[in-house]
T-cell receptor, first 117, second 116 residues
Framework: GAGVSQSPSNKVTEKGKDVELRCDPISGHTALYWYRQRLGQGLEFLIYFQGNSAPDKSGLPSDRFSAERTGESVSTLTIQRTQQEDSAVYLC???????????????FGSGTQLSVL | AQSVTQLGSHVSVSEGALVLLRCNYSSSVPPYLFWYVQYPNQGLQLLLKYTSAATLVKGINGFEAEFKKSETSFHLTKPSAHMSDAAEYFCAVSDRGARAGNMLTFGGGTRLMVKP
């Protein structure tokens, strides 16, 4: 597709349920990021994938959060046993990073609005 | 470690007035600096970026930002606000020397409101 695609755009779930969020990056982009944006706050880094390297999980807030990426394509962010404080917009971004700092532009999806009741 | 502080979570200007959105950063190495804009119901878009070339950077829609190392600032300006500029603006820093990739640290965002 032309841009980064995220699904679903909105997700309402009950506390304690698991949710899965999907991100389709721009074709050919080697790097993929997940960010979280809580209401009234800035973007919070969650996890970063670059090619076949081990992902940088340093931003994941707890072991209830996990993410996978298949090669350089789709990524899924899974939140287990959701809590109300998980309510936020989850943003995915991708870029091509060819080994030098030549492209610093991230392309963002429109996000998934997660509401935990 | 790197961090970004945006002064003022909300800024209101009149149409035609100067826009000034403040951003200060901290970084242990020379940074890359960015401004992203998020229009209502849309995803984030890159507005402009500083990557160690000219310190005055021009972006889309008439915006520009000046990198001032002595002040550790990267304030965003536009001479004359337009109603369509109403959006949320995020300043971000990348610690370019630290690791592969371009992991960004974002500020808290500033919501710009433009009054007719």
């Amino acid at each position: 597709g032309a841009g980064v695609s995220q699904s679903p755009s909105n997700k309402v779930t009950e506390k304690g349920k698991d949710v899965e969020l999907r991100c389709d990056p721009i074709s050919g982009h080697t790097a993929l990021y997940w960010y979280r944006q809580r209401l009234g706050q800035g973007l919070e880094f969650l996890i970063y994938f670059q090619g076949n390297s081990a992902p940088d999980k340093s931003g994941l807030p707890s072991d209830r959060f996990s993410a996978e990426r298949t090669g350089e394509s789709v990524s899924t962010l899974t939140i287990q046993r959701t809590q109300q404080e998980d309510s936020a917009v989850y943003l995915c971004a991708s870029t091509y990073w060819g080994g030098s700092a030549t492209n610093e532009k991230l392309f963002f999806g429109s996000g998934t609005q997660l509401s935990v009741l | 470690a790197q961090s970004v502080t945006q002064l003022g979570s909300h800024v209101s200007v009149s149409e035609g007035a100067l826009v000034l959105l403040r951003c200060n950063y901290s970084s242990s190495v020379p940074p890359y600096l960015f401004w992203y804009v998020q229009y209502p119901n849309q995803g984030l878009q890159l507005l402009l970026k500083y990557t160690s070339a000219a310190t005055l950077v021009k972006g889309i829609n008439g915006f520009e930002a000046e990198f001032k190392k002595s002040e550790t600032s990267f304030h965003l300006t536009k001479p004359s606000a337009h109603m369509s500029d109403a959006a949320e603006y995020f300043c971000a820093v990348s610690d370019r020397g630290a690791r592969a990739g371009n992991m960004l640290t974002f500020g808290g965002g500033t919501r710009l409101m433009v009054k007719p």
